[in-house]
Antibody, heavy 122, light 111 residues
Framework: EVQLVQSGTEVKKPGESLKISCRGS????????IGWVRQMPGKGLEWMGIIYPGNSHTRYSPSFQGQVIFSVDKSSNTAYLQWSSLKASDTATYYC???????????????WGQGTLVTVSS | QSVLTQPPSASGTPGQRIIISCSGS????????VNWYQQLPGTAPKLLIYNNDQRPSGVPDRFSGSKSGTSASLAISGLRSEDEADYYCAAWDDSLNDQEVFGAGTKLTVL
């Protein structure tokens, strides 16, 4: 079974750093892009960007470029999302998802991780 | 403000057929395939329709997708109480930002 399992809930203070994880299993991790999606409380989904585990190539949404860093550890089939200095506005649930690709610029996310809730509060 | 426009809410009674719309532009829906995701309360999103009208294995054929020009639609027939969820459309946007964009979501209530 293809699965993405994310790390647990985090409660942090403004200015702190954080790295959350997303571990893939049941497929060849290095062959598919991993995407990150933010969902702020009571709001919709926002595409943050994607990373290709095979070579760590990244593509960030302009809204998140410079605010977060994507990385991977191929030896443990794990993708990471990190912040160097959290803000209260980073409070959200963060999802990772595997990106599948079809023909003619067709791609979609499946499956999704269960989500990691990040709360940033003083 | 989302690039893709969805109605914030929709409702129907069990057994009914409902349609959720998703309106975009030439830089997204008009030029790229549309995907739909279902998010049940308190859970992660799940792929419902990909590449405009394709259903992943395990998704009932009560769910169908279509696209015409710069708009897409998700139809749910034989509505069930367990279909009560948020539904999001998504497509790649080729404009200056060049990224995946989601609709703001439609909350479906089964009366």
């Amino acid at each position: 079974e293809v699965q993405l399992v994310q790390s647990g809930t985090e409660v942090k203070k403004p200015g702190e750093s954080l790295k959350i994880s997303c571990r893939g299993s049941g497929y060849t991790f290095t062959n598919h892009w991993i995407g990150w999606v933010r969902q702020m409380p009571g709001k919709g989904l926002e595409w943050m960007g994607i990373i290709y585990p095979g070579n760590s190539h990244t593509r960030y949404s302009p809204s998140f470029q410079g605010q977060v860093i994507f990385s991977v550890d191929k030896s443990s089939n794990t993708a990471y999302l990190q912040w160097s200095s959290l803000k209260a506005s980073d409070t959200a649930t963060y999802y990772c998802a595997r990106q599948l690709t079809g023909a003619s610029r067709s791609w979609w996310f499946d499956p999704w991780g269960q989500g990691t809730l990040v709360t940033v509060s003083s | 403000q989302s690039v893709l426009t969805q109605p914030p809410s929709a409702s129907g009674t069990p057994g009914q057929r409902i349609i959720i719309s998703c309106s975009g532009s030439n830089s997204n829906i008009g030029n790229n395939p549309v995907n739909w995701y279902q998010q049940l309360p308190g859970t992660a999103p799940k792929l419902l329709i990909y590449n405009n009208d394709q259903r992943p294995s395990g998704v009932p054929d009560r769910f169908s997708g279509s696209k015409s020009g710069t708009s897409a639609s998700l139809a749910i027939s034989g509505l069930r109480s367990e279909d009560e969820a948020d539904y999001y459309c998504a497509a790649w946007d080729d404009s200056l930002n060049d990224q995946e964009v989601f609709g703001a979501g439609t909350k479906l209530t089964v009366l």
